[in-house]
């Protein structure tokens, strides 16, 4: 597609449940980032991925969140045993490649996740 | 460590007035990179400008311009004439080289009226 996609736009789960997030880069973008945000703590980085690979997984808050790329393209985001202070929105961003900070990462709309 | 402070929250402007957002940076590496991003109210962030450490050439397109000056750790943006269409929350945000990790500051929500 032309850009970076997410689904679903919108999920609202319980307390404890698991959930999965989708984000489908922009086609030949090779490097895939995860990012949140949230009203307290503002954009926060996750995880980043280099083809299938995690170089960078620095920014997952718990044991409970993981990530994974197959393919190099599409990517996962699993959230087990949520908990209410993982509402934020989940973003995703492309790019071409992970060459050291300075290519540019391009953003998807996000996942709105909710957790009653 | 790496840290962007944009100190401005909120700001409210009139149409056809320049606004200039703040953005201060903290870095102890040499070679870093920055940017600027809008989120309008659609949510998604849209990627405005990217410029290195070493290029201090201050970037004109169109309506915006920024203006870099390493003696301050400033990168400012700086929107004339401002226009309806421009409300939005606009991010700055610092990538030191070696690291993949985008830091942002918290934001500005800029409000632009009619």
């Known amino acids: 597609g032309a850009g970076v996609s997410q689904s679903p736009s919108n999920k609202v789960t319980e307390k404890g449940k698991d959930v999965e997030l989708r984000c489908d880069p922009i086609?030949?973008?090779?490097?895939l980032y995860w990012y949140r945000q949230s009203l307290g703590q503002g954009l926060e980085f996750l995880i980043y991925?280099?083809?299938?690979?995690?170089?960078?997984k620095s920014g997952l808050p718990s044991d409970r969140f993981s990530a994974e790329r197959t393919g190099g393209s599409v990517s996962t985001l699993t959230i087990q045993r949520t908990q209410q202070e993982d509402s934020a929105v989940y973003l995703c961003?492309?790019?071409?490649?992970?060459?050291?900070?300075?290519?540019?990462?391009?953003f998807g709309p996000g996942t709105r996740l909710l957790v009653l | 460590a790496q840290k962007v402070t944009q100190a401005q929250t909120e700001i409210s402007v009139v149409e056809k007035e320049d606004v200039t957002l703040d953005c201060v940076y903290e870095?102890?590496?040499?070679?870093?990179?920055l940017f600027w991003y809008k989120q309008p109210p659609s949510g998604e962030l849209v990627f405005l400008i990217r410029?290195?450490?070493?290029?201090?050439q201050n970037e004109i397109s169109g309506r915006y311009s920024w203006n870099f000056q390493k003696s301050t750790s400033s990168f400012n943006f700086t929107i004339t004439a401002s226009q309806v269409v421009d409300s939005a929350v606009y991010f700055c945000?610092?990538?030191?080289?070696?690291?993949?990790?985008?830091?942002f500051g918290k934001g500005t929500k800029l409000t632009v009226n009619p």
């Open positions: 961003a492309s790019s071409l490649y992970a060459s050291g900070g300075q290519e540019t990462q391009y």
């Open positions: 086609s030949g973008h090779t490097a």
């Open positions: 991925f280099q083809g299938n690979s995690a170089p960078d």
């Open positions: 870095t102890r590496d040499t070679t870093y990179y």
């Open positions: 410029r290195n450490s070493f290029d201090e």
């Open positions: 945000a610092l990538s030191e080289y070696g690291s993949e990790k985008l830091v």
